[in-house]
């Protein structure tokens, strides 16, 4: 509501709140501040897991950041932006979620004291734009490059990534799976590394333990052959990879056929049968022995393919077949007619298993596979979920090194070191942007002071001795000793994580951090129910006394 010549003059509706100012802000911050502490006991491998119940009743149990955050309901839209900068970590480089929101959420608790001190948003947002900048540059001058035929130093990086998991026992036999992965779906594009995480396949299966993981050169298709008749081990495949059915099309109208005579019901079923006699000729003749059908198989025509001795499979998922063909070297063929033999993938074995209660079957020993599949075995389900979340992000921190091969020091030691340079670089910006600036230091010395407390260490302590330890020249690897008081060399230990986690961390921390400092007005439609509607305890309900994340 505003006011002309003392007369209300109504411009929004009538049961639309409003926060302005210093309100809305504490109310966003304080919001997206929530959604970080949720997340710091997670932190590290003395971090804990977190119990999620779904309304249906499923059970979650992790310490994975973009996990937890993916399944908790949130209503407020600050606390949905720290979400957001969650999964953006996850799908630019696939670690480092925990540490990001952490991250964020301390910026804004730092920029919480500095508007106390009636310093406007604006100075704090380019003194915290200025600051990662510079963090940013040390971060480039002070990784380390990594050879990716160096297997050690990849074990340690993958490592670094599992242990901090509940299936870290097993870290030493999972890493070396990944590495192997990863190296196989590599490729050259344009004169750059890829090495898309997608071309790896996770297949679970409860039963044996997490030892019994194995990387398949080839693929494990979640289906069985459509004949019992059929071969269920085939040595030196040939596979025909089809997106046509092998049916008989079915017309567009009805038609309605009179036949007089027994002869022609026999005529008529028999045209039928050579139609499809013929299709599958057409697949054998090429000299194929293994058919993945992403359509319908006839019954008449598994007859046939069981005949001729062709281990047959349909309704294969697309995103399947297109590992198929990048793992066989065939082609996906849409017309009958088109195929030929040099469509034809190979590989050294096809074989339907038992596993459990369900049959699948193994495409395994191809030549050079450009995908490959990751077969994971667990005695509980929980297990199998938490080692599928963990195997991805050690894909993607492998695949980070890949394609970026460089790597940090990990245990909070980079982040000291980061903090420490920003520091020294404050006085060089000067006036009040100069405290937003030694803010932004302040705020990287979250991620040791957060491990230093999951693992029950004495913070204050843990901090003297890091700061002690990086004033030195050769103290830029210290890092928190989780397992025993003190500091350790981080680069000694084995603990490692890539440059680019580390720089995607302070990117999204900024973004967001900016973005929720931004907003000086909140405006809520308390509309029931639909987008827009009851924010449950938003910037438009009361915050301070109850607020519904």
């Given at each position: 509501m505003a006011y002309m010549g003392g007369q209300p003059v109504i411009?929004?509706?009538?049961?639309?709140?409003?926060?302005?100012?210093?309100?809305?802000?504490?109310?966003?911050?304080?919001?997206?501040?929530?959604?970080?502490?949720?997340?710091?006991?997670?932190?590290?491998?003395?971090?804990m897991d977190k119990m999620l119940i779904d309304s249906l009743g499923d059970i979650t149990i992790t310490s994975d950041g973009a996990t937890v955050l993916d399944e908790i309901d949130v209503q407020h839209p600050a606390a949905k932006m720290m979400i957001e900068v969650a999964k953006t970590q996850d799908d630019e480089v696939g670690d480092g979620t925990t540490t990001a929101v952490i991250f964020a959420g301390e910026l804004l608790s730092k920029a919480e004291e500095l508007l106390e001190e009636n310093i406007h948003p604006s100075l704090i947002i380019s003194g915290y734009q200025k600051a990662a900048e510079k963090a940013l540059e040390v971060l480039a001058e002070a990784s380390i490059d990594v050879d990716m035929e160096d297997m050690e130093t990849l074990m340690k990086l993958s490592n670094t990534s599992i242990r901090s998991k509940t299936v870290s026992s097993e870290r030493d036999h999972l890493s070396k799976i990944v590495i192997d992965a990863i190296k196989q779906i590599i490729e050259e594009r344009d004169g750059k590394i890829i090495a898309d995480v997608d071309n790896v396949q996770i297949v679970k299966k409860e039963g044996q333990g997490l030892e019994q993981t194995q990387l398949i050169l080839g693929l494990v298709i979640d289906k069985e052959a459509v004949h019992a008749g059929m071969?269920?081990?085939?040595?030196?495949?040939?596979?025909?990879?089809?997106?046509?059915?092998?049916?008989?099309?079915?017309?567009?109208?009805?038609?309605?056929?009179?036949?007089?005579?027994?002869?022609?019901?026999?005529?008529?079923?028999?045209?039928?049968?050579?139609?499809?006699?013929?299709?599958?000729?057409?697949?054998?003749?090429?000299?194929?022995?293994?058919?993945?059908?992403?359509?319908?198989?006839?019954?008449?025509?598994?007859?046939?393919?069981?005949?001729?001795?062709?281990?047959?499979?349909?309704?294969?998922?697309?995103?399947?077949?297109?590992?198929?063909?990048?793992?066989?070297?065939?082609?996906?063929?849409?017309n009958l007619v088109d195929l030929t033999k040099e469509d034809l993938g190979s590989c050294g074995l096809v074989e339907e298993r038992k596993i459990g209660d369900d049959r699948m079957v193994f495409v395994e020993e191809c030549s050079d596979p450009r995908s490959v599949a990751i077969f994971v075995r667990a005695g509980l389900e929980r297990m199998l979920d938490e080692a599928e979340r963990s195997l991805n992000d050690a894909l993607y921190v492998i695949s980070d090194i890949a394609e970026t091969p460089k790597m940090v020091a990990g245990g909070g030691s980079i982040e000291l070191e980061l903090a420490k340079a920003v520091r020294d670089y404050a006085p060089q910006v000067g006036g009040r942007e100069q405290l937003a600036v030694e803010?932004?230091?302040?705020?990287?010395?979250?991620?040791?002071?957060?491990?230093?407390?999951?693992?029950?260490?004495?913070?204050?302590?843990?901090?003297?001795?890091?700061?002690?330890?990086?004033?030195?020249?050769?103290?830029?690897?210290?890092?928190?000793?989780?397992?025993?008081?003190?500091?350790?060399?981080?680069?000694?230990?084995?603990?490692?994580?890539?440059?680019?986690?580390?720089?995607?961390v302070i990117k999204s921390g900024v973004e967001v951090a900016s973005m929720i400092l931004r907003i000086d007005d909140v405006i809520a439609a308390k509309s029931g129910g639909g987008p827009g509607g009851d924010m449950g305890g938003g910037p438009g309900g009361d915050m301070d006394e109850d607020m519904d994340l």
């Open positions: 411009v929004l509706k009538e049961d639309t709140e409003r926060r302005r100012d210093r309100d809305a802000r504490r109310s966003n911050m304080m919001a997206a501040q929530v959604i970080s502490e949720v997340l710091k006991t997670t932190l590290g491998p003395r971090g071969p269920k081990k085939i040595k030196e495949a040939k596979i025909a990879l089809l997106d046509a059915a092998l049916e008989v099309k079915k017309t567009e109208i009805d038609a309605e056929i009179r036949i007089t005579n027994p002869d022609s019901i026999k005529k008529f079923l028999d045209s039928e049968s050579d139609m499809l006699k013929k299709k599958v000729d057409q697949v054998v003749e090429t000299g194929a022995n293994v058919v993945f059908c992403q359509k319908g198989i006839d019954d008449v025509a598994q007859h046939f393919l069981a005949k001729a001795g062709v281990l047959a499979v349909r309704r294969v998922k697309k995103s399947d077949m297109e590992k198929l063909a990048k793992a066989t070297g065939g082609k996906t063929v849409n803010a932004f230091a302040d705020a990287l010395e979250i991620v040791p002071r957060t491990l230093a407390i999951n693992a029950g260490l004495d913070i204050l302590d843990t901090m003297v001795d890091m700061k002690a330890a990086h004033a030195k020249s050769d103290g830029a690897y210290m890092g928190v000793n989780v397992y025993d008081e003190g500091v350790v060399d981080m680069l000694q230990e084995g603990v490692v994580e890539p440059m680019v986690v580390k720089q995607q």
